[in-house]
Nanobody
Framework: QVQLVESGGGLVQAGGSLRLSCAAS????????LGWFRQAPGKERDFVAA????????YYADSVKGRFTISRDNAKNTVYLQMNSLKPEDTAVYYC????????????????WGQGTQVTVSS
């Protein structure tokens, strides 16, 4: 069992930056894959980025590739999402999630979820 808590969301103008954090507690000794997903009002929950325990392998949605960077600090049990060049279409609730096994972008394969943090990008 692992608990995840997101932070760092807020309001930013288009072109700006935010860094989201997700702190994990519980069975953090496991080699979890950690991912970020987002959900806008009236839309499905979409994959954003994921990272393996080692940090060697990452996977990004095409919509954020080149703008967002996922990283993790296992000593702090924390995963980050650095978001640059933000666009209004990035507005959503952002969730972090954890799973065991291979690196994927499929929400239904992730077992543990945070409560979400709101990101709003104004134009």
């Amino acid at each position: 069992q692992v608990q995840l808590v997101e932070s760092g969301g807020g309001l930013v103008q288009a072109g700006g930056s935010l860094r989201l954090s997700c702190a994990a507690s519980g069975r953090t000794f496991n080699r979890y894959v950690l991912g970020w997903f987002r959900q806008a009002p009236g839309k499905e929950r979409d994959f954003v980025a994921a990272i393996t325990w080692s940090g060697i392998s990452t996977y990004y949605a095409d919509s954020v590739k080149g703008r967002f960077t996922i990283s993790r600090d296992n000593a702090k049990n924390t995963v980050y999402l650095q978001m640059n060049s933000l666009k209004p279409e990035d507005t959503a609730v952002y969730y972090c999630a954890a799973k065991l096994g291979r690196l994927t972008g499929e929400a239904n394969e992730y077992d543990y979820w945070g409560q979400g943090t709101q990101v709003t990008v104004s134009s």
